[in-house]
């Protein structure tokens, strides 16, 4: 039963357009998400996060819209680079009443933008 | 460096046999995280580890997992009796201060383990 889902295993975009990806979530305690970009070979690194009482967030390229009464966020990309390309992973946590050290992952997916 | 740092990067190992998967933080952070991710997955969490305790040990699949991080610093995950099913990378992650929402965790490249 999986509490983080990402239901597209891929996205092909052409560079300089928008790259949206999506995860929606079953659990509404959670209350903090993340999103996380992994290259082959490498660990996953941080991108974006948001906290329950923001609907959006920005940070240059990349920007994270919350939907909390969809359980809902998506990860915008725009415009896409060549070097995006990358899986992506969508993760939530309970900040409260719950685990701090407990990330539930998405299964990701696998973004390729091509020039 | 300045990362995260795993060893070994590769293990083969036999059914049966004792593994165990070392972790070297970045220096000053407090909090460890052991993750497992299996083909097509995505990370799974094990244990998380604020200074030399276990604040959270409830991934663990059975008792035959066990990490420890004795002087707050360096961890190793040691696995008993090897079943085909570990097979996966195994993933140690830190952070600054305990809590995921405290600020993002920073990832080891992993272990990949392999149970012939």
């Known amino acids: 039963d999986q509490q983080v889902k990402q239901n597209s295993p891929s996205l092909s975009v052409q560079e300089g357009r928008i790259s949206i990806l999506n995860c929606d979530y079953t659990n509404s305690m959670f209350d903090y998400f993340l ?3 992994k290259y082959p070979a490498e660990g996953p690194t941080f991108l974006i996060s948001i906290s329950s009482i923001k609907d959006k967030n920005e940070d ?3 920007t994270v819209f919350l939907n909390k009464s969809a359980k809902h966020l998506s ?3 725009v415009p896409s680079q060549p070097g995006d390309s990358a899986v992506y992973f969508c993760a939530a946590s309970r900040q409260y009443g719950g685990s ?9 997916t696998k ?5 | 460096g300045a990362g995260v740092s795993q060893t070994p990067s590769n293990k083969v190992t036999e059914k ?3 593994v165990e998967l070392r972790c070297d933080p970045i220096s000053g952070h407090t909090a460890l995280y052991w993750y497992r991710q299996s083909l097509g997955q995505g990370p799974e969490f094990l244990i998380y580890f604020q200074g030399t305790g276990a604040a959270d040990d ?28 570990d097979s996966a990378v195994y993933l140690c992650a830190s952070s600054p201060r305990g809590g ?3 600020g993002e965790l920073f990832f080891g490249e992993g272990s990949r383990l392999t149970v012939l």
């Open chain 2, 58 to 85: 409830s991934g663990l699949p059975n008792d035959r997992f066990f990490a420890v991080r004795p002087e707050g610093s360096v961890s190793t995950l040691k696995i008993q009796r090897t079943e085909r099913g």
């Open chain 1, 60 to 62: 240059g390229r990349f």
């Open chain 1, 35 to 37: 999103w996380y970009k």
């Open chain 1, 111 to 115: 973004l390729s933008v091509k020039p």
């Open chain 1, 75 to 77: 990860l915008h990309i």
């Open chain 2, 16 to 18: 049966g046999k004792y």
């Open chain 2, 100 to 102: 995921p929402n405290t």
């Open chain 1, 100 to 108: 701090q050290g407990n990330l539930i992952f998405g299964k990701g």
